[in-house]
Every structure is written in structure tokens, then in C-alpha cells.
């Protein structure tokens, strides 16, 4: 009995009904944990910032009413105000403040004298009994007024901006101090085969190295999950399940290969109650599973995606699909109808290539310039008015086992399936890499 076939859009119903079911709350994370995350809600002022009215410069404290007519002007001076200093000072009339940068303005005061304008030298640790000020500043000068960056309430970061050091920044100076970021998937990767070796482990005929793990552990972790852990398994489903069984929790279980037709598949054979699988009419990527599993001592539900074992395969299958998935399951977009769709732009082909008749072909691409030379910034062309273009970033095209092309590649076009060969200059879909 042979396996259905489906579209890439009944596939993707599939996929996406996984996703819309296991969508995960978002977390609160003190600040300081929070470095690279994304913000899952919109971010509102707990503070005015300035906090309290404070001082610009390092100088003197004043009312500006005192320095009336021709100077300069001597005033006693009535003590220090540092930063951070807490007292309820107050400012006399016809008397000043010695007052540092960032330190609270005194009652009364309405301008800052910096210490240049005046006699008294810069660094001088005690204040002096009285102070000569020799140019008169303009009303509130070098004077931050409370809440004049941003009032109590007002809005400061938007939900899904990563949390880099000027974000958490922001975030911090208006009062937060925990923020709620959006989930990261748990992921387990899963390679099968007993052909597979470790990274620079000596290869026997047959054997090949398993770049399948490494490379959906990159994809995973720059489209926004995170790897709890990778297991590496034979070819017997006693193995398979067994470590399944003994795996740390997961929100997602990813498998690369023992999904096709042959006596040894091992995923197929181990997950077959549990996993529906099936051909997606597309190249490459055609043999698929969506499902869920157990996983874990509890042997909690799971939902599990099966991919191919070939690397493009493995590598076009994840842009189109999986990352879309895990954006879901996040809530970086909104769980609806449509959602794992990727995003994607328009471009030239530079050169022609053939795609499979009746299938959609999905081909890693590079964006290169009018001259047909590699470009690594996809929107280059844009800026500058004109167009992008791209070309496969091998002669062979989307043929699965060109893994050691794929670090050329910038983004993924999507080729229909009425089209049975790619002009130059022709437009098609490109979705740029996940990351």
C-alpha cells in the first residue's frame, strides 16, 4: 500500500493544526535573564524617567532671580548634594547648592551653574563657603525635569522586540524589574541510522557523519527553540523508543530520517500508531510524518515532526515549515489560519534552473548582483531602488545531498508546480533564511 499524496497546502494544514494545539504561555524572567529574549506584551513606563528632577551638570544649584543685572555674582554656599543623595534639601534665597551630576535638585532651585562658569575649581572634594558665578545661564538650565524622557504610563517597548542590552536598558530605567518574554520551545532532535557517525569519528564504507543533528540544532536554536537534547539512535524502534522514553520533557520532537519506504525505517516503524505519514508532492522533503509521541519518564504527549533524512531536504523542509511552527507554539505570531506561512519577498532569477513537473520545488539560493556575483545582504537591492536577484548555490540545484552548499545559502525560493523550468530574470517567491 502505497502512502497518500499531499499538497503542500494539505501538509501544511497538518503542520499547522500541531502547532495551534501546543501554543505556549508566556514566561516572567527577572531582567537580567532576559538578554536576547523577545518581549511578549507591550511595555508601558512603571516611572517617570527622570525619576525626580535632577541636575544636568556638575555645578551649582540656584534661582535664577539671583543673578539679576551685571555679574559676576557671589553667593554663600549652603553645602554638597551628591548623587544619590536622599535629604530634603532647600535652596534660601540669595544662596546656592553644590550639586553633582544626576544628584536631586533642592526645593527652590530652578538652574544649575556648571562649575566652569564659576571660580570654583573641578574637583575640589569640599564645597567652598561661598562661590563666584561669572556667567548667569539661561531659566532651568542644566536642569533634567522629572518624568520630561518619558511620563509614568507612556508606552516604551512593543511586544515581540528582542531584548538586547539597550531594550533591558529601557526596560530597567522606567521601573521594571522582571519582564514577560515569549517562550522558547523545548526541542528534541532525534538522527536515526546506523550509518551515522559523530563529527570527525573514522567512517567505514557506508557510514557518513551526522550533520543532520548540527544542522537542526542551528535551525532550531536561530529560529527561537531551544535544544534540550539531541539523541543519536540505530535502526531497531527498541532503540528508538527507548530513548524516547528516558528523554528530558520537550514542547517539540524533530526526527531526521527512517521515514521512507525501505525495510529499515526506523521512525516509521516505531511511531507508525503515533504519527501519521504520507508524500508531500514537492522536491525535495516529498516523505513526511506529523504526529505526537510520548516522551519522557511521564511519558508526556508530544507533538513530533518527521522530516527526511537528506540535509536539504532536512534544511528546505524546516524554513518552509518548522520555523513557522515554533513561532506558533512561542506566540511570536498569532495562532491563526495561515500562521506557519513564512514570509517571504520577491526576486530574479539570474540565471535558469529546472524544477520537477507537478511539484513544488524548494531550492536554497544565494543573492547575488546584476553581474551574478554572491551579495550576502538580502535586501541590499531594495535600498537601493533596485531589484534582488538570486541563483542556487549549486549547479545541481535542490538535490538533496548537497549539504556542504547549504552554508552558502541566504534564503529558500519557492518554485510552483506548473512551472517546469526557472527562466532568467523570471520572479519568484523567496523566503529569506530563519535567524
Given at each position: 500500500m502505497h502512502d497518500p499524496v499531499l499538497s503542500t497546502a494539505q501538509h501544511r494544514e497538518l503542520i499547522e493544526a500541531l502547532a495551534l494545539s501546543h501554543v505556549l504561555a508566556p514566561e516572567v524572567l527577572p531582567a537580567d535573564q532576559c538578554l536576547g529574549r523577545r518581549l511578549a506584551l507591550d511595555l508601558?513606563?512603571?516611572?517617570?524617567?527622570?525619576?525626580?528632577?535632577?541636575?544636568?551638570?556638575d555645578g551649582f544649584a540656584v534661582r535664577r532671580d539671583d543673578l539679576r543685572g551685571e555679574g559676576p555674582w557671589t553667593l554663600p554656599v549652603a553645602g554638597d548634594i551628591p548623587a544619590g543623595d536622599t535629604r530634603d534639601?532647600?535652596?534660601?534665597?540669595?544662596?546656592?547648592w553644590r550639586i553633582m551630576t544626576g544628584a536631586?535638585?533642592?526645593?527652590g532651585a530652578d538652574t544649575v551653574v556648571k562649575v566652569e562658569h564659576t571660580d570654583h575649581a573641578a574637583g575640589v572634594a569640599q564645597a567652598p563657603d561661598t562661590v563666584e558665578i561669572r556667567i548667569a545661564p539661561t531659566l532651568g538650565a542644566n536642569v533634567r525635569v522629572a518624568g520630561e524622557a518619558l511620563a509614568e504610563g507612556a508606552p516604551v517597548l512593543a511586544a515581540g522586540q528582542v531584548l538586547d542590552g539597550t531594550a533591558l536598558a529601557a526596560a530597567i530605567s522606567v521601573g521594571h524589574a522582571s519582564l514577560p518574554v515569549l517562550p522558547r520551545p523545548r526541542v528534541l532532535v532525534v538522527t536515526t541510522g546506523t550509518e551515522l557517525r559523530a563529527a570527525g569519528e573514522a567512517l567505514q564504507r557506508g557510514q557518513i557523519p551526522d550533520?543532520?543533528?548540527?544542522?537542526?540544532?542551528g535551525l532550531v536554536e536561530e529560529a527561537g527553540g531551544r535544544v534540550v537534547a539531541h539523541l543519536r539512535t540505530g535502526d531497531t524502534p527498541g532503540e528508538l523508543r527507548r530513548a524516547l522514553d528516558e528523554a528530558p520533557e520537550a514542547d517539540l520532537v524533530l526526527t531526521a530520517g527512517g521515514i521512507s519506504a525501505g525495510a529499515y525505517e526506523v521512525v516509521?516503524?516505531?511511531l507508525g500508531r503515533d504519527a501519521g505519514f504520507h508524500h508531500v508532492s514537492q522536491q525535495p522533503g516529498g516523505p513526511q510524518g506529523?504526529?505526537?509521541?510520548?516522551?519522557g519518564a511521564r511519558g508526556a504527549d508530544t507533538p513530533i515532526i518527521c522530516l527526511p533524512g537528506n540535509p536539504v531536504s532536512v534544511f528546505t523542509t524546516f524554513h518552509m515549515y518548522v520555523a513557522g511552527v515554533l513561532a506558533v507554539m512561542s506566540g511570536l505570531v498569532a495562532p491563526e489560519h495561515g500562521a506557519t506561512v513564512p514570509s517571504a519577498i520577491t526576486a530574479r532569477a539570474r540565471v535558469g534552473w529546472d524544477s520537477p513537473r507537478g511539484k513544488t520545488q524548494f531550492i536554497p539560493l544565494c543573492f547575488v548582483d546584476e553581474a551574478g556575483e554572491r551579495a550576502d545582504d538580502a535586501l541590499s537591492y531594495d535600498r537601493r531602488g533596485g531589484e534582488a536577484?538570486?541563483?542556487?548555490?549549486?549547479?545541481?540545484?535542490s538535490k538533496s545531498h548537497l549539504v556542504a552548499s547549504l552554508a552558502r545559502a541566504r534564503a529558500v525560493g519557492v518554485v510552483p508546480p506548473e512551472c517546469e523550468a526557472?527562466?532568467?530574470?523570471?520572479?519568484?517567491?523567496v523566503v529569506p533564511l530563519v535567524g
Open positions: 508601558a513606563a512603571l516611572a517617570p524617567l527622570p525619576p525626580f528632577t535632577n541636575s544636568a551638570m534639601n532647600h535652596l534660601e534665597a540669595g544662596s546656592a536631586p535638585i533642592p526645593a550533520s543532520n543533528g548540527i544542522l537542526l540544532r516509521r516503524l516505531t506529523v504526529g505526537s509521541t510520548p516522551v536577484w538570486v541563483a542556487p548555490v549549486h549547479p545541481l540545484g526557472v527562466t532568467p530574470g523570471q520572479e519568484l517567491a
